[in-house]
C-alpha cells in the first residue's frame, strides 16, 4: 500500500506543469525575443527602486508607453518627487527632456553622451537609442541561465539570472522574471558582485498592443521653450 502511494505522489510530482513544462533557458530567451519584435505597442507603470552603496533609496514610479515600430518610447515621472511631473520621449535619433519647473523640452541627439546623463542604451545604428523588451539583446554581454519557474497570477513565471562575462563591472548579475502567458519581462533586479540591490524594476499593468497613438506618446506641452541641443 506505501509502495503504490509513493508511486502516485512521484507521478503526480512529475506531471506537475512547473517541471513537466520547464523551457531551456535559450527556448525561454528565444520566446522573450519573438515577443520582444512582435510588440506593436506597449504601456506599464514602472515601478521599483534604485539603491546608492550608503543604502539611501529613491523609489520609482514612472509611466510608460513605448511604440517600438518607430523606435518611440514616453516616459512620464511620477516619483521621484523631485522628478514628478517631467517627461522625457525618446523618438529615434533624438531626445526630448520635458522639466515641468522650468516649462523647457532640452533636446538632445540619441547617441549625444550629455544626453540624460549618457544613460541611453544605444540602437543598432549608434544613433537612436534602443528601445526593446528583448532581454537577449541588452543583456548580450552576460551568460543567461534558468534559476527556477515560480507560479504566478496568468501561470508559469521562469526566473533567468544573467551573470556580467565581466568580473569587474558594476552590475555583475541580473534576475529577471517573465511570464509565460506572454513571453514579456516583469521584473529586473540589478545587483553587485557583494549582493547589494543596485536596483529593482517592475513592469505592473501591463498592456500590449492596444493601438497606442504614436503623435499622442510623441506629445509634449506645447507652451514649452524648447533648446535644441542636437548637432546639425
Known amino acids: 500500500m506505501r509502495r503504490a502511494a509513493a508511486m502516485v505522489a512521484v507521478l503526480a510530482l512529475a ?10 533557458v535559450d527556448t525561454v530567451l528565444a520566446n522573450v525575443t519573438a515577443a520582444a519584435r512582435a510588440l506593436k505597442d506597449a504601456s506599464f507603470l514602472l515601478t521599483g527602486k534604485l539603491v546608492d552603496t550608503d543604502g ?6 514612472i509611466e510608460i ?5 518607430e523606435s518611440l518610447a514616453r516616459a512620464y ?13 525618446l523618438d529615434g535619433p ?3 527632456n520635458y522639466t515641468f519647473l522650468t516649462n ?7 547617441d549625444d553622451p550629455d544626453a540624460l546623463g549618457g544613460l541611453l542604451p544605444k540602437g543598432e545604428d549608434g ?12 543583456f548580450a554581454g552576460y551568460d543567461a541561465s534558468l534559476d527556477s519557474v515560480e507560479k504566478g497570477a ?10 556580467n562575462k565581466d568580473p569587474s563591472a558594476l552590475v555583475l548579475d541580473v534576475t529577471a522574471r517573465i511570464d509565460a502567458s506572454d513571453w514579456l519581462p516583469r521584473q529586473l533586479v540589478f545587483m553587485q558582485a557583494d549582493g547589494h540591490v543596485l536596483a529593482e524594476l517592475n513592469a505592473e499593468n501591463l498592456e500590449i498592443d492596444t493601438g497606442l497613438d504614436p503623435a499622442k506618446v510623441r506629445q509634449l506641452p506645447a507652451d514649452a521653450e524648447v533648446i535644441d541641443n542636437r548637432h546639425r
Open 15 to 24: 506531471a506537475s506543469p512547473a517541471l513537466a513544462q520547464a523551457l531551456d
Open 56 to 61: 539611501t533609496t529613491i523609489t520609482l514610479e
Open 65 to 69: 508607453e513605448v511604440v517600438p515600430p
Open 77 to 89: 515621472i511620477v516619483q521621484p518627487d523631485a522628478l514628478a511631473d517631467n517627461e522625457i520621449v
Open 94 to 96: 533624438a531626445v526630448y
Open 104 to 110: 523647457q523640452v532640452m533636446v538632445f541627439d540619441a
Open 127 to 138: 544613433a537612436s537609442a534602443e528601445i526593446s523588451l528583448d532581454l537577449g539583446t541588452i
Open 154 to 163: 496568468n501561470g508559469d513565471v521562469y526566473v533567468v539570472k544573467f551573470a
